[in-house]
């Protein structure tokens, strides 16, 4: 099966400063790639996403991109503020073989004020 | 809408007893989910459906069974629970149509098994 791995396991950064969270997959018929926050005692919630035909995608403050040659994605944030600081997810699926998501073991980030 | 909705929030068990987790989703969507959470973990995908009367097995299905015998719901039964199951449960619905795929979870329930 799909084997994702996510990198760092905690983030601490300034507040303003760039976050950058770097996942691997390991089943070349994985084509579609959530990334989710999730927030202490809360539920994941969706906050981008990208499909293997697309290089790299952007809303406001947040964007991924993809690798589908290296098989690596990455989530970036910029301008980060205090609100950013939870837990993020990212996931892996063959959305056209299968219907499962693998997920990351999730990266904790922290922005400092 | 209410979106997913899981009850109970909480529950403690004792070694050996079941118990079901609701989940029922009002929006109409094919797909269901059950995922545990265990601490500084990302989730495991237990049991999915693509609708109803279909499940399929996901990743960790041991000591777990499914149905889903409507649309809106899809409860998940442990039989003989044991402290292997202490976790955090979040259900999930997916709508495949018109090329979207965004998962929404539940509140999830907290389950201890001592």
């Known amino acids: 099966g799909e084997n994702v791995e996510q990198h760092p396991s905690t983030l601490s950064v300034q507040e303003g400063d760039s976050a950058v969270i770097k996942c691997t997959y390991s089943d070349s018929a994985s084509n579609y790639f959530p990334w989710y926050k999730q927030e202490l005692g809360k539920r994941p919630q969706l906050i981008i996403d990208?499909?293997?035909?697309?290089g790299e995608k952007k809303d406001q403050r947040i964007a991924v991109t993809l690798n589908k040659t290296a098989k690596h994605f990455s989530l970036h944030i910029t301008e980060t503020q205090p609100e950013d600081s939870a837990v993020y997810f990212c996931?892996?699926?063959?959305?056209?073989?299968?219907?499962?998501?693998?997920f990351g073991t999730g990266t904790s980030l922290t922005v400092i004020p | 809408n209410a979106g997913v909705t899981q009850t109970p929030k909480f529950r403690i068990l004792k070694i050996g007893q079941s118990m079901t987790l609701q989940c029922a989703q009002d929006m109409n969507h094919n797909y269901m989910y059950w995922y545990r959470q265990d601490p500084g973990m990302g989730l495991k995908l237990i049991y999915y459906s693509v609708g109803a009367g279909i499940t399929d097995k996901g990743e960790v299905p041991n000591g777990y069974n499914v149905s889903r015998s409507t649309t809106e719901d899809f409860p998940l039964r442990l039989e003989l629970a044991a402290p292997s199951q202490t976790s955090v449960y979040f259900c999930?619905?997916?709508?495949?149509?018109?090329?979207?795929?965004?998962?929404?979870f539940g509140a999830g329930t907290r389950l201890s098994v001592l």
């Open positions: 990208i499909r293997s035909n697309v």
């Open positions: 996931a892996a699926s063959p959305l056209v073989t299968g219907n499962q998501f693998y």
């Open positions: 999930a619905s997916r709508d495949s149509t018109g090329g979207v795929n965004i998962q929404y």
